[in-house]
């Protein structure tokens, strides 16, 4: 029943002794604000492209995956699940019809242009270009349009979790406030209150893992009690799952009533985003070395290529 624990989704994974044992990971000695930029040329570049980039950003999530040095147990479980609901969210966008435009009206009498006939034996004139309907399966249609839909909807919803997952599995939550705050920081000028915004940042990336356990622990009361959904019927099993998300939202928020008065007992003092990150981490790799020079040099060809290939 610990299935929860087993995939970190969108949490900060610690290294473990076999990836230690490695050399460590690339990815998390990474500049943080370098890992912010990809993450967001992930998640803006796909909006207004062709197939060709969204299926390419796919293939470079992948690659970065295999090839980061995170330990395999990280995610050889979330990948392939996240795989899995990409595609089948993008085969029901392809068999679900796509609708289609009102015909225009037309402008020229349909009479003034006729398709003469060839000589017998030849194949019947048809209209040039590619097919409109690429697959037809019964009652089940795949058109050029769904087609097209069920595309950007795989491709979206891969590219737009996994780069989210990765950045949150190899950057701790200091790391990720800092580079934050490092760039609201010209906001402050302007009366925007950047220590707070980071602060509480920090503070929801620190909850997430507490609303995973309290859903794990909900799960597992129910494994436990041996519950039957069939004999309750669907009145029952409806009025459970309303109990459940009931208790849910009630635990949650004592946690969060327990994290508010924590805070206000030690004064409601929070740090400045130069101090989040520990002395032994912040003289990490945080310079532009080698490894940074190479992800800002890739991330500018990566702006490049969208310039000139990506478009529709």
């Known amino acids: 029943m610990d299935f929860l624990r087993q995939i970190p989704i969108g949490q900060f994974a610690a290294p473990d002794p076999a990836e230690a044992a490695t050399g460590g990971s690339w ?16 998640l803006v570049t796909p909006i207004l492209a062709g197939p060709l980039w969204r299926l390419s950003l796919v293939g470079l999530l992948l690659l970065i995956t295999a090839a980061s040095g995170l330990s395999w147990r990280l995610w050889r479980r979330s990948v392939p699940l996240l795989l899995a609901l990409a595609l089948l969210v993008g085969a029901l966008a392809a068999l679900l019809p796509a609708g289609t435009a009102a015909p225009a009206a037309l402008q020229r009498p349909p009479a003034e242009l006729r ?12 209209r040039s ?4 309907v690429l697959l037809r399966a019964g009652p089940l249609v795949v058109t050029r349009r ?7 909807g795989a491709t979206l919803l891969f590219t737009l979790v996994h780069s989210a997952n ?24 302007l009366g925007l209150p950047v220590e707070r915004l980071g602060f509480t940042l920090l503070l929801s990336l620190r909850f997430l893992p507490l ?10 009361s129910i494994a436990t009690r041996a519950v039957n ?32 008065e924590a805070l206000l007992a030690r004064g409601g003092v929070w740090l400045p985003p130069d101090q989040l990150l520990r002395p032994a981490v912040a003289g990490r790799g945080l310079g532009l070395g080698l490894l940074n020079a190479t992800a800002a ?15 529709l």
């Open 229 to 260: 959904f069939k004999r309750l019927g669907w009145k029952g099993g409806l009025a459970l799952v309303l109990a459940l998300g009931e208790r849910l939202l009630a635990n949650v928020l004592l946690r969060a009533e327990q994290g508010a």
């Open 297 to 311: 040099g890739l991330l500018l060809l990566m702006l490049l290529l969208r310039w000139k290939v990506g478009d």
């Open 115 to 126: 398709i003469q006939p060839g000589p017998p034996g030849s194949p019947p004139p048809e």
């Open 129 to 132: 270009g590619a097919p409109w």
């Open 211 to 220: 609303v995973q356990e309290e859903l794990q622990n909900l799960l597992r």
């Open 166 to 189: 990765l950045l949150l599995l190899s950057t701790s939550p200091e790391q990720l406030v800092w580079a934050i705050s490092w760039l609201l920081a010209p906001l402050a000028r």
């Open 27 to 42: 990815l998390r000695r990474l500049d943080p604000r370098l890992k912010l930029a990809w993450s967001l040329i992930f």
């Open 146 to 152: 769904s087609a097209e839909l069920g595309l950007n």
